[in-house]
């Protein structure tokens, strides 16, 4: 099984930036990518995916906001947040869509101050 490790997040600004990475251990190049978010007391939602010919959606709460990209050589997935809200604040987590039964890594977490 693919394992996925996020790293990037960290403490914005609202209004500010940030770029998050997904490093996998194995080919991705068939997969669905997609990028979830999990905040404090809610449950894990789908933010945006990608599929491996370049497909992609976006939940409407980040519609505009973020994109979501993969390098498929160097085995990684990108998601760019721009304009990014208190309400964006969760643990962020890389995965496989549909997620199924597949694990979780730990993700990495982003925290928007208003």
């Known amino acids: 099984q693919v394992q996925l490790v996020e790293s990037g997040g960290g403490l914005v600004q609202f209004g500010g930036s940030l770029r998050l990475s997904c490093a996998a251990s194995g080919s991705i190049s068939v997969y669905v990518m997609g990028w979830y978010r999990q905040a404090p007391g809610e449950q894990r939602e789908l933010v945006a995916r990608?599929?491996?010919?370049?497909?992609?959606y976006y939940a409407d709460s980040v519609k505009g906001r973020f994109t979501i990209s993969r390098n498929n050589v160097n085995k990684m997935v990108y998601l760019q947040m721009n304009s990014l809200k208190p309400e964006d604040t969760a643990v962020y987590y890389c995965?496989?869509?549909?997620?199924?039964?597949?694990?979780w890594g730990q993700g990495t977490q982003v925290t928007v101050s208003s």
């Open positions: 995965n496989i869509f549909p997620a199924g039964s597949r694990s």
């Open positions: 990608m599929s491996s010919g370049g497909i992609v």
